[in-house]
């Protein structure tokens, strides 16, 4: 029997540095990555933005919070499995394709990615874009910052602290 392509698996990955995590697939692939303490939020994105019928299931996300442990605990620097892009609209899709491309260890500003993807004034477009990125860690918003060489914005975790962490993590160089 196969299932539904339009079903969403929820699964957790608990005990990580930064927290419990959930996450959530399909049968394309990664959909999204939330801290357990948003959790009401992913499950209202799910049903309610994505319109899928959303199952637990452990088994199905097992690879991905392998994956995702892994590069939390350093030991993985880029990511195997599927995402599904389908999920996303045009312009976030655009733009967070251009951000999972940047490096591990590196950095770019809003205004790099919005020169990169055609639009080069809409820096702020970009950042709003990176601000409902709904697979944080795997597509790496924490790696975009300021002009001014400063970090601004990041909803997961516990903000700018777990962006600076990441970063850390990656060993890259924040002035």
């Known amino acids: 029997m196969t299932s539904s392509p339009s079903k969403i698996y929820l699964g957790e990955l608990n005990h990580t540095p930064l927290g419990d995590l959930r996450l959530a697939v399909s ?24 319109k899928r019928n959303v199952e637990e299931d452990q088994k199905k996300i097992h690879s991905y919070a392998k994956e995702i442990n892994e590069y939390l605990k350093g030991k993985r620097r880029d990511f195997t499995f599927p995402i599904d892009w389908s999920t996303l609209r045009p312009f976030q899709r655009k733009t967070l394709k251009a951000v999972f491309d ?40 924490h790696r975009l910052i300021g002009r001014d060489g400063k970090l601004h914005g990041y909803g997961g975790g516990e903000g700018l602290p777990t962006k600076e962490w990441l970063l850390k993590l990656e060993g890259a160089v924040v002035v």
């Open 27 to 50: 049968n394309l692939g990664l959909v999204a990555v939330e801290w357990a303490v948003s959790q009401p939020e992913l499950t209202t994105y799910l049903l309610h933005r994505l």
């Open 102 to 141: 940047i490096p591990y260890g590196e950095i770019r500003t809003y205004a790099d990615i919005a020169a990169l993807i055609g639009h080069p004034i809409a820096y702020r477009a970009v950042g709003r874009a990176n601000a409902t990125n709904p697979m944080p860690l795997v597509i790496p918003c």
